[in-house]
């Protein structure tokens, strides 16, 4: 393929609240190149979030759009119209939300219809919602895990596109060892794993399991 007919590189951003683990990992997959897309934007709704800071260390463009506090906007309505002109400032058709903490209105996700991944800690459609990991530690569920789906209008709803699961191990330090290894074990081996399968979908290349 020549340089002139070559297809642009899709343009992602990442949408999240807190600390970023997902956010951390999916941002270095972008920089080192294994998933080959521009990251073009992290955008977060809360000032304190570490993943701004996480994003800055890297190099990345970072913003926030606050929810709440200084600076935030009369109603969500108006919040999520600030959003959507900054993703379009910086050209951006995908996204990835990694623990972002605010639901997003049908008008916002028409915008991205098809095009928004989302990471929850259970394997749906077992423990949708809030608390989820306090919830399968409170169950004793003996296996666990996340799951990558895209997001719709319900409640951790959308079409699945990764799970990963773990054995629980009796070993867990209460609700936070299980969230550590949820998160260290199946999410941010998943997170990325799903984006290069989106990406493979999206270019209608046929997928090779060994690239994952
Ligand atoms: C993760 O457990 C993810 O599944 C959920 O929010 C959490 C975000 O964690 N949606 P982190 O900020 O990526 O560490």
Do not use: W
């Not at 709704?45 to 800055?56: G, Y």
């Not at 935030?72 to 400032?89: K, P, V």
Request: proline share 6%; glycine share 8%.
């Amino acid at each position: 393929m020549s340089a002139q007919t070559k297809r642009p590189r899709p343009r992602f951003a990442i949408l999240a609240s807190g600390h970023g683990s997902n956010a951390e990992v999916l941002m270095d997959a972008f920089a080192d190149g294994s998933i080959c897309a521009t990251l073009g934007l992290i955008l977060s709704n809360r000032p304190e979030a570490r993943v701004l800071s996480k994003a800055a260390e890297r190099g990345y463009l970072s913003e926030l759009v606050p929810s709440h506090g200084p600076g935030s906007f009369a109603d969500r309505s108006a919040h999520e119209t600030a959003i959507l002109n900054r993703l379009q400032a910086h050209r951006i058709e995908h996204l990835l939300l990694a623990g972002y903490q605010r639901l997003l209105s049908p008008h916002f996700l028409r915008q991205f219809s098809g095009h928004i991944l989302n990471i929850h800690p259970s394997l749906l459609p077992e423990f949708p919602g809030l608390y989820a990991v306090e919830r399968q530690f409170a169950a004793k569920v003996p296996v666990c895990g996340a799951t990558v789906h895209l997001v719709d209008e319900g409640i951790d709803t959308g079409p699945v596109l990764l799970q990963g699961a773990i054995a629980r191990n009796g070993q867990e330090d209460g609700v936070k060892g299980l969230r550590q290894r949820i998160k260290r074990e199946v999410e941010h081996v998943i997170y990325p794993r799903a984006v290069r399968l989106l990406l493979q979908t999206l270019l209608e290349q046929p997928v090779d399991a060994g690239s994952l």
